[in-house]
């Protein structure tokens, strides 16, 4: 279970992520042909709603007990459940069928226990489904450029309560998701120019 109950979940207010995160999720969707997906990490549910009304078959899942409330008053047609990646997923499976895909959008940097993200996820998929997932980028040129510009406390800031606290690069994603069932099978860096990308989103296939 997270430490913090809330993270701050007050109206149905896109997420500044959602302007250069959720087109490319449904792009990617949408090539690898998935009708059926779970957001683990839903938020207020701006992100199912928009694959919503792209055309899949969507529900929600989210801990922060606020921003399902949020969600269900403003997407009333979208199941959304509250949801703990380190609890038992049967208690999804109990209502909902396995999915061709989890998508999970600005999420595995605030988990204390990254693991049980696709842990979890491996568990409500399909066999052979996708894991798309999105955090912030974290490179050598980017890295460098914040400690030039002396941004590290800004970019690290331990003020944030419910923040980040797990900082990826495209190769520890890498190797997270391989070592707990998935195979990763594409890349993309998203907001910014390459290399100094806002956030990265990976693209991986369940083994078995």
């Given at each position: 279970?997270?430490?913090?109950?809330?993270y701050?979940?007050?109206?149905s207010?896109?997420?500044r992520?959602?302007?250069?995160?959720s087109?490319?999720?449904i792009?990617?969707?949408?090539?690898?042909?998935?009708?059926?997906?779970?957001?683990?990490?839903?938020?207020?549910?701006t992100?199912c709603?928009?694959?919503?009304?792209?055309g899949?078959?969507?529900?929600?899942g989210e801990?922060?007990?606020q921003g399902?409330?949020?969600a269900?008053?403003?997407?009333?047609?979208?199941p959304f459940?509250?949801?703990?990646?380190?609890?038992?997923?049967d208690?999804?499976?109990?209502?909902?069928k396995?999915?061709?895909?989890?998508v999970?959008?600005?999420?595995?940097?605030?988990?204390?226990?990254p693991?049980?993200?696709?842990?979890y996820?491996?568990?409500v998929?399909?066999s052979?489904?996708?894991?798309?997932?999105?955090?912030?980028?974290?490179g050598?040129l980017?890295?460098?450029?914040?400690?030039i510009?002396n941004?590290?406390d800004?970019?690290h800031t331990?003020l944030?309560c419910?923040?980040?606290?797990?900082?990826w690069?495209?190769a520890?994603?890498?190797?997270?998701?391989?070592?707990n069932?998935?195979?990763v099978?594409?890349?993309?860096?998203?907001?910014?120019?390459p290399?100094?990308?806002?956030?990265?989103i990976?693209v991986?296939?369940?083994l078995?």
């Amino acid at each position: 279970m997270p430490s913090v109950e809330t993270y701050g979940w007050a109206s149905s207010e896109e997420p500044r992520s959602c302007g250069y995160i959720s087109d490319e999720i449904i792009v990617i969707l949408k090539k690898l042909g998935i009708r059926r997906v779970l957001d683990v990490g839903a938020g207020n549910g701006t992100l199912c709603h928009e694959m919503s009304r792209a055309g899949f078959e969507v529900v929600g899942g989210e801990y922060d007990e606020q921003g399902v409330k949020i969600a269900k008053e403003s997407y009333g047609g979208i199941p959304f459940y509250r949801l703990d990646v380190d609890e038992d997923a049967d208690l999804l499976l109990s209502h909902e069928k396995p999915f061709n895909a989890v998508v999970s959008t600005e999420v595995i940097e605030h988990l204390y226990s990254p693991h049980s993200l696709p842990i979890y996820a491996g568990k409500v998929l399909h066999s052979g489904g996708y894991l798309v997932i999105s955090t912030p980028y974290h490179g050598y040129l980017k890295n460098l450029l914040l400690s030039i510009f002396n941004k590290w406390d800004f970019h690290h800031t331990p003020l944030w309560c419910g923040g980040h606290i797990k900082f990826w690069s495209r190769a520890t994603l890498t190797k997270l998701l391989e070592q707990n069932g998935f195979t990763v099978t594409g890349f993309s860096g998203v907001g910014r120019l390459p290399y100094v990308w806002k956030s990265m989103i990976l693209v991986a296939r369940k083994l078995g």
